[in-house]
Nanobody
Framework: QVQLVESGGGLVQAGGSLRLSCSASGNIFSINVMGWYRRAPGKQRELVATIISGGTVNYVDSVKGRFTISRDNAKNTVYLQMNSLKPEDTAVYYC??????????????WGQGTQVTVSS
């Protein structure tokens, strides 16, 4: 059974930084896309950033220049370095892994979410 476990959320003042981590466990052979999404209070979940296994990255416009996504394929882990945080970045951040090859299955999986709160 594949599981994603996030860590690194917390409370930070505006202008500060946090680093989120998400590790996938299980009998995993490869993961195609890993990414981060977030859901702010009263809003729909939105894509924050994704990274393909070869390294191509994509960001939502609101975080470009402030957030950096990276991954360690050997550890099946994705990171999100968040700098210059703003109160509007406050949300529950979710990790997602797409195209996970494990045993004889291919599937998509979500983490449980980690709270990020940015105070003004």
């Amino acid at each position: 059974q594949v599981q994603l476990v996030e860590s690194g959320g917390g409370l930070v003042q505006a202008g500060g930084s946090l680093r989120l981590s998400c590790s996938a466990s299980g009998n995993i052979f490869s993961i195609n896309v890993m990414g981060w999404y977030r859901r702010a209070p009263g809003k729909q979940r939105e894509l924050v950033a994704t990274i393909i296994s070869g390294g191509t990255v994509n960001y939502v416009d609101s975080v470009k220049g402030r957030f950096t996504i990276s991954r360690d394929n050997a550890k099946n882990t994705v990171y999100l370095q968040m700098n210059s945080l703003k109160p509007e970045d406050t949300a529950v951040y979710y990790c997602k892994a797409d195209g996970v090859r494990s045993s004889n299955l291919v599937g998509n999986y979500w983490g449980q979410g980690t709270q990020v709160t940015v105070s003004s």
